[in-house]
């Protein structure tokens, strides 16, 4: 997988990179905003979580990526594949 994208990410040398992994709390929801606002590389990122966790339960998957919180993320797999079918 090409992974160039990640040096173009927002969240590198963020001082607090733990919020992206406080999911529910006021530090994580400024994280997804980073994520949907700031950050140019936010769709390579999504896609990559999807493609990592496809066929993860969301109570098996973690963080903040693409801006999405891990049940946001099951819920677009589920809508790709019912749309697929
Ligand atoms: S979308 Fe968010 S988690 Fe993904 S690289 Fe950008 S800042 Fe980091």
Known sequence: MNTDWTLR???????QP?????EGSREGRAAAAICR?????ALPCLNAALEEEDG????HRFGIRGGYLPEERH???TG????AA
């Open 9 to 15: 990410a927002a969240c590198a040398g963020h001082d």
């Open 18 to 22: 733990d919020n992206w992994f406080l």
């Open 37 to 41: 606002r700031q950050c140019p590389v």
């Open 56 to 59: 993860v339960p969301a109570p």
């Open 75 to 77: 819920r677009i797999q």
């Open 80 to 83: 790709r594949r019912a749309l």
